[in-house]
């Protein structure tokens, strides 16, 4: 697997599918932080040229840095330097651009929750593939986008080669949150303090004072607060007010049980 990412993928981004472009976007996304920025930009934007003209280009010539500069200003749609997946999904053929309704369809990352709230019906972490039609119809039909049976049959293959990558026929949250624009997946926010099995449930345990098996919302902010204090990260209050709407759309009429939480804050869902 190892030598496999050495070597960049081709870039022929007239007949790109979907799935070359999930590729595309984690060969260029190093770090991971749901951006292609910086030096990981210089390094997409050469191979993009390498590409299209099947020659090497240099980075320091004048021409180069002229249409790296022209193409931020048609994919850099909020201008703030960097390139974040719904912003360079643009780049695909219309017909596999569904990966931008998810921003048409998702207005938040709390409405993405709701969703898949409904169809992670064991409270998994998981969406099992037979499942995975019915959310993605159910998104589609928020953003009143057409389609029909093939269009759905073929999105969630799709999706199910972009992520699916052990190929046991589910999908993790984290794994489908990528499709929504970064400042909205909030899942991004936790990927730095994620916790251990024994780590969560101490820490759950030390809030659920009664022990009934869930916590409510003033509860999950003094959770929240502590994690990030514990990881010396700065609290934002207009940014946790957020993340816990987002959370607490996964719970059950305000009561947020213990496996929901768990799908946010820790590594793996425990089986």
């Known amino acids: 697997m190892a030598n496999k990412l050495q070597q960049p993928p081709h870039l022929h981004l007239a007949e790109l599918s979907a799935t070359q472009f999930i590729d595309i976007w984690n060969h260029f996304d190093t770090d991971g932080n749901g951006y292609i920025e ?3 930009l210089e390094n997409f934007f050469r191979e993009l040229e390498i590409s299209r ?22 994919f850099d749609k909020n201008a ?8 360079l999904a643009q780049i695909l053929p219309t017909e596999e651009n569904f990966l931008l309704c998810f921003r048409e369809f998702v207005g938040s990352s709390s409405e993405f929750m709701a969703a898949w709230r409904r169809y992670d019906t064991d409270r998994s972490g998981y969406i099992e ?16 986008r057409h389609y029909d ?5 073929e999105y969630t293959q799709t999706i199910l080669k972009m992520f699916d990558l052990n190929g046991d026929g589910k999908l993790g949250l984290s794994e489908m949150a990528r ?11 936790f990927q730095d303090i994620k916790l251990t099995s024994e780590q969560f449930n101490a820490i759950f345990t030390f809030y659920d004072k009664d022990g009934n098996g869930y916590i409510d919302e003033q509860e999950l902010d003094a959770l929240l607060r502590d994690l990030y204090e514990k990881n010396k990260k700065e609290v934002d209050t207009k940014n946790l007010t957020g993340y816990k709407k987002s959370i607490m759309a996964l719970s059950d009429g305000g009561k947020l049980y213990r496996s929901e939480l768990e799908i946010v804050l820790c590594r793996e869902p425990m089986l």
């Open 38 to 40: 910086g030096k990981e």
């Open 53 to 74: 003209k099947g020659a090497g280009v240099d980075p320091s010539n004048s021409t180069f840095k002229e249409k790296m500069k022209e193409f931020m200003q048609k």
């Open 80 to 87: 703030d330097g960097r390139i974040e997946m719904s912003e």
């Open 129 to 144: 593939a037979n499942e995975l039609k019915g959310f993605l119809s159910d998104l589609l039909k928020k953003a009143n």
């Open 149 to 153: 049976d093939q269009k759905l049959h």
């Open 179 to 189: 499709l929504l624009p970064v400042q909205e997946n909030f899942l991004l926010k």
